[in-house]
């Protein structure tokens, strides 16, 4: 199994930056994709829409278009970290950002979310 904890989120003015974290533990070796997703108000998490991915191992990250040239995803695979550098936010960034992860040894795993809320 994979457990993972995310942590980061926070109250910023558009324009400005955050920077999310997931600690990921158990399993690791299992890992095939991680990743982000936003929870908009009001939505369930079900009707989250993926922000961002990138290979456990090796490989290009994938955006949303909407987050493109703004948002970073990246790992440091010695500390079992994923990050998500957002900057230049916007209001419509405003949700629960869940971290998550793909394996080959069981269902897709979920992180606890973390609120960002971007204001005027």
């Known amino acids: 199994q994979v457990q993972l904890v995310g942590s980061g989120g926070g109250s910023v003015q558009a324009g400005g930056s955050l920077r999310l974290s997931c600690a990921v533990s158990?399993?690791?070796?299992?890992?095939?994709?991680v990743g982000w997703f936003r929870q908009a108000p009001g939505e369930h998490r079900d009707e989250a829409n993926l922000v961002a991915r990138i290979k456990w191992t090796s490989g290009s990250p994938v955006y949303a278009e909407s987050v493109k040239g703004r948002f970073t995803i990246s790992k440091e695979n010695a500390k079992d970290t994923l990050f998500l550098q957002m900057n230049s936010l916007k209001i419509e960034d405003t949700g629960v950002y869940h971290c998550y992860a793909d394996s080959i040894i069981g269902p897709r795993t979920w992180g606890q979310g973390t609120q960002v809320t971007v204001s005027l």
């Open positions: 158990g399993h690791t070796s299992a890992l095939e994709t």
